[in-house]
């Protein structure tokens, strides 16, 4: 279990920027670092230093917050690589396991190595009996989301052997705890508020046909894992499992800069996702399918996206990084059709609104202007739906996958000598000082 994450790295060039401050006249050199490919970066980590001056980035629309080797992203050309290798041929040809190794520690695994990692994540996806009282504290109407966050945050009380985060060792074995019982986790947050049975894991069984099996068996009988569904699961886990330096990934590696441990950490990174501007979309974009309801009601909510004096928007389109078509949805677009029928859903009226959707979208200007593509909650889903998850878990699956994402990042942070605290500035823009006034005299 102790093997290790490559280390980030990142190269000084012989560039420079040159900043002149107009006030003074004076001028300053600032590094420029290149790496393996994707925009260099000028390196402010002198600047407050020799010119009493921040940035000013809100968003961090141009700001690297850390070097990393784990994912690629070309937002213009609509390319994402996981170490290396491109997207699409990790959903062809890969099984989430496989990516989930390549994530963690660098490198797609040879069938010994494999095994040995398949072996490890099953024998620990059993979650601590006592946490099964825990789900009993929560409403029967609670959002699996909310069950999640509190859940996996509370995984620190229940696994004090793996929170030292000094501890190579245990650091990795948090790691495999959290890959491994997040479906579990994930299941018994669906099946909870249905008042269902929790439905024990399976070693005979891939991590996706246990996460199925968990999720729709009952203990009445036997549940028939159709082949279909375990696939279309196992690419959408892996389409889900990175993505660079998110809102959710950054807030784990915030979390995680002040040495907080590994399970607090996800567990703030599963509340940054939750949003629906975030993993919150998948569920928005069935939701708003729904209200447009019927082809001729698109042009009116086309409209209404275009409209700055109303606060709707198109969910599942646009996206921070990619202005162009996000890979992940093209590959879902593809199978979405396939999934469908080998699920034998004939003529799926929300995605025939989606496609009718997203074919309008692209010729409107105002879209096209703003390079505003469908990303990949707008088909995701559709295909969820169709294997049988109510809108509400849609955000949980994607915090399934994200784990190993986020795990991965976590590690790397913690083994990057140059990692500090992330404590960003601000400009202060309220009073300046003023004398107190006692409060009968307000
Ligand atoms: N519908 C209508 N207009 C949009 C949309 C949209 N979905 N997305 C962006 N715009 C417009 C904005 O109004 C803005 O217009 P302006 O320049 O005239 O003010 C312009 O496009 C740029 O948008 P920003 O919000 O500034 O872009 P930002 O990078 O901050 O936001 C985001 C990206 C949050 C994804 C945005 O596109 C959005 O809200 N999309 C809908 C929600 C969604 O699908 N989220 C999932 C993201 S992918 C993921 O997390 C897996």
Redesign the pocket.
């Known amino acids: 279990m102790a093997q290790q994450t490559p280390m980030a790295k990142s190269e000084s060039t012989s560039d420079t920027v040159t900043l002149v401050d107009n006030a003074t006249g004076k001028r300053f050199e600032l590094p420029v670092l290149g790496g393996s490919e994707g925009p260099r970066v000028i390196d402010i980590r002198s600047l407050y230093g020799e010119t009493g001056m921040f940035t000013y980035d809100p968003?961090f629309?141009s700001t690297a917050s850390c070097d990393s080797q784990i994912t690629f992203i070309d937002g213009d050309d609509g390319i994402l690589r996981h170490r290396g290798y491109p997207i699409e041929d990790l959903a062809e040809n890969c099984d989430f396991l496989e990516v989930a190794h390549m994530l963690l520690f660098g490198e797609l695994p040879d069938r010994a190595t494999y095994e040995k990692f398949a072996h490890d994540i099953t024998y620990h996806t059993m979650v601590h009996e006592q946490l099964l009282y825990f789900y009993r504290g929560f409403r029967r109407d609670a959002h699996p989301m909310a069950i999640m966050v509190g859940v996996v945050g509370a995984l620190s009380a229940f696994y004090h052997d793996s929170t030292d985060i000094s501890d190579p060792h245990q650091c990795m074995v948090a790691s495999y705890r959290l890959i491994a019982k997040m479906p579990t986790i994930a299941a018994m947050a669906f099946k909870y508020p249905m008042g269902q049975p929790f439905m024990y894991p399976r070693n005979d069984l891939s991590y996706a046909e246990n996460f199925l099996y968990m999720t729709f068996a009952v203990p009445a009988e036997e549940y028939h894992i159709s082949p279909v569904l375990a696939r279309a699961m196992e690419r959408i886990l892996i389409l889900?499992a990175d993505?660079e330096q998110?809102?959710s990934t950054s807030t784990v590696r915030l979390a995680g800069s002040s040495a907080a441990n590994p399970f607090a950490c996800i567990a703030a990174g599963i509340a940054s996702?939750w949003g629906?501007?975030?993993?919150?979309?998948?569920e928005?974009?069935l939701d708003m399918l729904t209200e447009i309801g019927s082809k001729d009601q698109i042009g009116e909510f086309i409209n209404r996206?275009?409209d700055?004096d109303d606060p709707?928007?198109?969910?599942?389109?646009?996206?921070?990084?990619y202005k162009n078509y996000?890979p992940?949805a093209a590959v879902l677009r593809k199978s979405a059709h396939e999934v469908l029928d080998e699920l034998g859903v004939k003529d799926e009226p929300l995605l025939e609104l989606a496609l009718e959707l997203e074919r309008i979208a692209l010729e409107d200007d105002?879209?096209v202007e703003?390079k505003?593509f469908p990303?990949?909650?707008?088909y995701s889903g559709i295909i969820l739906r169709a294997m049988g998850f109510p809108n509400s878990m849609f955000t949980v699956l994607?915090a399934l996958a994200r784990t190993v994402g986020w795990v991965a990042q976590w590690n790397e942070m913690i083994q990057d000598p140059t990692q500090r605290i992330g404590r960003p500035r601000q400009l202060y823009t309220g009073e300046t000082k003023r004398d107190f006034v006692p409060m009968d005299q307000r």
Do not use: S
């Open positions: 968003g629309t889900h993505h998110n809102a996702l629906p501007a975030h993993g919150g979309a998948n928005a974009v996206a275009k700055k709707f928007r198109l969910m599942g389109f646009g996206h921070r990084v996000d992940r105002y879209f703003k505003l990303n990949v909650d707008f994607f």
